[in-house]
C-alpha cells in the first residue's frame, strides 16, 4: 500500500464507541506514557510539525485522537497513562475507554506500544504489553529517544526493556528517535504490514 503521509489530519476526539469513525478503515492504535513522545511520534511518522500536539504537560490527551492518513488509514492517539496528577476517577474513566476500544474495534489492526529507551519499562508499560499479548493483537515495540543515548549502548537498553517485558521475539520491537528520524522507515514497514 501506499501512503502519501503529507494526507494527513485530525479527523475527530471520541470518548466513546458511538462516536469513532464509521467505516472500515484499518487503524493503527499509539499507546504509552504520558511523557513517552507519542505526540513527536507521530508527527515525526508524517512529516508534520504540530498535527500532534505535543504538550510540555503530560496527560494532555484526554480523548482518543483519530488521525485520518491519506483516507487510507487511521493513527488512534489513546491517553498518555502512569500521569500521577490525574484523580484516580479521571484515570479509571481513561482506563475504561482505551480498554473499551482496544477490546471491541473491528478496525484495529495492531497498536504502537511506546516505551523510553533510556529507562526500564514502568509498571504501566508492562501491563500494557501483557493486555495486549492477552488479547492477542498484534503490537509493535517502539523505544523512543533512541537520540539521548549513545549509540553503543542501544542494545544495553534495549535487552533490558526486552527482559522486563519479557518480549516475545515475534513481536516487532524499533529504536526511534523524533530528531534523527531513525526508525522511522522501520516503523512505517512494520505498521503497513499490518495492515
Not at 76 to 102: F, Q, T
Request: hydrophobic fraction near 35%; proline fraction near 4%; glycine fraction near 4%.
Amino acid at each position: 500500500m501506499e501512503i502519501n503521509t503529507h494526507n494527513a489530519e485530525i479527523l475527530l476526539s471520541a470518548a466513546k464507541k458511538s462516536h469513532y469513525p464509521q467505516d472500515d478503515l484499518p487503524e493503527i492504535a499509539l499507546a504509552g506514557r504520558s511523557n513517552v513522545g507519542k505526540s513527536s511520534f507521530i508527527n515525526t511518522m508524517l512529516n508534520r510539525k504540530n498535527l500532534a500536539r505535543t504538550s510540555g504537560k503530560p496527560g494532555k490527551t484526554q480523548l482518543l485522537n483519530f488521525f485520518n492518513i491519506d483516507d487510507k488509514m487511521r493513527f488512534v492517539d489513546v491517553p498518555g497513562y502512569g500521569y500521577a496528577r490525574v484523580s484516580k476517577k479521571e484515570r479509571e474513566k481513561w482506563g475504561r475507554m482505551i480498554e473499551e476500544y482496544l477490546t471491541t474495534r473491528e478496525n484495529l489492526r495492531a497498536v504502537v506500544s511506546l516505551v523510553d529507551l533510556r529507562h526500564d519499562p514502568s509498571a504501566d508499560d508492562v501491563q500494557m504489553y501483557e493486555f495486549l499479548k492477552y488479547y492477542e493483537i498484534p503490537v509493535i515495540i517502539v523505544a523512543t529517544k533512541a537520540d539521548k543515548i549513545p549509540r553503543g549502548k542501544w542494545n544495553k537498553h534495549e535487552s533490558a526493556i526486552k527482559k522486563k517485558l519479557n518480549f516475545d521475539p515475534s513481536d516487532d520491537f524499533i529504536l526511534f528517535s523524533s530528531v534523527s528520524k531513525a526508525g522511522m522507515d522501520q516503523a512505517w514497514d512494520a505498521i503497513l504490514e499490518k495492515l
